[in-house]
């Protein structure tokens, strides 16, 4: 299988990296960019943790600040989703919350929530049979 590519190029996007983890977003500031940042890196080493190994990949986060527009450039590959959807193959966490505080509380459940299921994705692919981290809370 062939990992996918994501790549928006309908935005100008600002770009914060620390670590193995860049978040990019397209309204907000850096540091609600760097405090995603460490609601990743927290995630991912609580499940890596489980698995008692590190964590496998470098992580990329798209915070779109509207559903619309994040539901408008991935089209039907993720039909049903609640405002955010991670893809192992490509290492990626897609996210709508607005820059604004409520926008930043639903970001503080989604993002964690998604890197839990990412991070595990990618052990499973890895340890068959290991049993399966269901949150990272």
Do not use: M
Not at 41 to 62: D, N
Not at 98 to 118: D, K, N, Q, W
């Amino acid at each position: 299988a062939c990992a996918l590519e994501y790549q928006d190029n309908r935005f100008d996007w600002s770009e914060f990296t620390d670590g193995a983890v860049t978040v990019r977003w397209n309204e907000g500031d850096a540091g609600q960019a760097a405090d995603a940042a460490e609601l990743v890196k927290l995630a991912a080493a609580r499940v890596a943790e489980e698995y008692e190994r590190p964590w496998p990949v470098p992580v990329r986060v798209y915070w779109y600040a509207r559903l619309q527009d994040l539901q408008s450039g991935i089209g039907d590959r993720w039909a049903g989703f609640e405002g955010a959807v991670s893809e192992p193959s490509a290492g990626i966490i897609l996210v709508a919350a607005a820059s604004s505080e409520a926008g930043r509380r639903t970001f503080s459940i989604l993002l964690p929530h998604e890197t839990a299921h990412l991070i595990d994705r990618i052990f499973q692919r890895n340890s068959p049979g290991r049993k399966r981290w269901r949150t990272a809370q």
